[in-house]
């Protein structure tokens, strides 16, 4: 089974500041999809960037980039230049490409970002 | 383009009542997902569909919980009877679901307490 680990609980960053909230994942599998999802106190889930695991090449959404690093099996997200809509929950979380598994995502428990003015 | 409807927003049950939840996912969207949410944790995968077949459901616990996808477009999920434990949001989403990197969308969900 595959599992991912978000061990910061609580992250604080200043307005304008840059943050790294981590994620480590267990696979057996060599390709797969990461992704970074945020979630305001709306509970609206949204999707913030993802990865497939053989494209080196980290991916980039305007603030918001990861570093992948496969070996490692951790995939973080850095957000420049924080604004105070950043503040969530942010999961990070897992698919495998197996169309039997459906897609279905697994998820961490997530990381509360809070931004300070 | 609408997003996943989800309804109720909040509801507040005792235990051992019944409790059943609707999500409308968006049009198109083949695949749908029933999340639960405990607090304090990531969302779990209860149950999917792929139009109005069931593709997963190993982690939904079949003598209280049950769901089912209408013509392959709306979606109940029922609880009967409710424990403490099933207190959370459960989160319905969709997507086109042809390949692994079709983004999901989700639904504001429904918090539901149990007392």
């Known amino acids: ?117 | 383009e609408a997003g996943v409807a989800q309804s109720p927003r909040y509801k507040i049950i005792e235990k051992r009542q019944s409790v059943a939840f609707w999500c409308n996912p968006i049009s198109g969207h083949a695949t749908l997902y029933w999340y639960q949410q405990i607090l304090g944790q990531g969302p779990k995968l209860l149950i999917q569909f792929q139009n109005n077949g069931v593709v997963d459901d190993s982690q939904l616990p079949k003598d209280r919980f049950s769901a089912e996808r209408l013509k392959g477009v709306d979606s109940t999920l029922k609880i009967q009877p409710a424990k403490l434990e099933d207190s959370a949001v459960y989160l319905c989403a969709s997507s086109l679901g042809r390949i692994f990197t079709d983004t999901q969308y989700f639904g504001p969900g429904t918090r539901l307490t149990v007392l």
């Open chain 1, 1 to 117: 089974a595959q599992t991912v680990t978000q061990s910061q609980p609580e992250m604080s960053v200043q307005e304008a500041e840059t943050v790294t909230l981590s994620c480590t994942y267990d696979t057996s599998e060599s390709d797969y999809y990461l992704f970074w999802y945020k979630q305001p106190p709306s509970r609206q889930m949204i999707l913030v960037i993802r990865q497939e695991a053989y494209k080196q090449q980290n991916a980039t959404e305007n603030r918001f980039s990861v570093n992948f690093q496969k070996a490692a099996k951790s995939f973080s997200l850095k957000i420049s230049d924080s604004q105070l809509g950043d503040a969530a929950m942010y999961f990070c979380a897992y698919t495998p490409p197996l169309a039997n598994s459906g897609y279905a995502l697994n998820f961490g428990k997530g990381t509360s970002l809070l931004v300070t003015p």
